[in-house]
């Protein structure tokens, strides 16, 4: 079983940042190709970023130039550097794989508002 966890939430002012962090725990060699999502209550989670092993990147549009996905995979963790936050950036933000899930963990809570 694989578990998730998620940090680095919080509350941020309009133009700030905020750096989540994604561990993966449990009967894994390597975290493969990993992503990071956003729920809005109500709405459909959405894929923000994802990182393949090979360092290949993908942005969503709303969230390009702003937003950094990286890796260590030494520590089975991937990481979400959030810079010039917007208050559209408000949500619930969860890590996962690419293409199949492992069990989604709790997420972390990202408020954007002055």
């Known amino acids: 079983q694989v578990q998730l966890v998620e940090s680095g939430g919080g509350l941020a002012q309009p133009g700030g940042s905020l750096r989540l962090s994604c561990v993966a725990s449990?009967?894994?060699?390597?975290?493969?190709?990993m992503g990071w999502y956003r729920q809005v209550r109500g709405k459909q989670r959405e894929l923000v970023a994802h990182?393949?092993?090979?360092?290949?990147?993908y942005y969503a549009d709303s969230v390009k130039g702003r937003f950094t996905i990286s890796r260590d995979d030494a520590k089975n963790t991937v990481y979400l550097q959030m810079n010039k936050l917007e208050p559209e950036d408000t949500a619930v933000y969860y890590c996962n794989k690419i293409g199949f899930y492992w069990p989604w963990g709790q997420g972390t809570q990202v408020t954007v508002s002055s």
């Open positions: 990182i393949t092993t090979g360092a290949n990147i």
């Open positions: 449990g009967s894994i060699s390597t975290i493969g190709a």
